[in-house]
């Protein structure tokens, strides 16, 4: 659960992170870079594409700036997995809207931006 997101951080689980992170299905945490900073690429989103969550949440950043070409949202949902593609605050709740009523959630949320 993401218990805390302010621009640059987020608290999840009790652990704080100052740099962009991805959420396991299982809920563990790793720190994400993009192949190219502000455009998502399926190759960024393989680990969690590789777990067949139901969903994938993508926070692009608090203003939004990370681009999430439409080719990369098709990708997903090809492989039967919904995506979710929100500025970072909406992202954040949809995630724990989501993990509360039972989905197989994974996300990719950028921090800043």
């Known amino acids: 659960m993401v218990e805390n997101y302010e621009f640059g951080k987020i608290k999840i689980d009790g652990k704080e992170y100052g740099s962009d992170v991805l959420i396991l299905k299982d809920g563990s945490v790793r720190e994400w870079?993009?192949?190219e900073g502000h455009k998502l690429a399926v190759k960024d989103i393989e680990a969690l594409i590789?777990?067949?969550p139901q969903s994938i949440v993508i926070g692009t950043g608090e203003g939004g700036v990370m681009d999430v070409p439409r080719e990369v949202?098709?990708?997903v949902i090809n492989k039967g997995i919904?995506?979710?593609?929100e500025k970072t605050p909406s992202a954040v709740q949809k995630y724990n809207d989501m993990l509360k009523e039972g989905v197989a959630v994974s996300a990719g949320l950028h921090l800043t931006c």
Request: charged share 55%.
């Open 73 to 75: 949202v098709k990708s």
């Open 50 to 52: 590789k777990e067949r």
């Open 82 to 85: 919904d995506m979710v593609v």
């Open 33 to 35: 870079r993009r192949i």
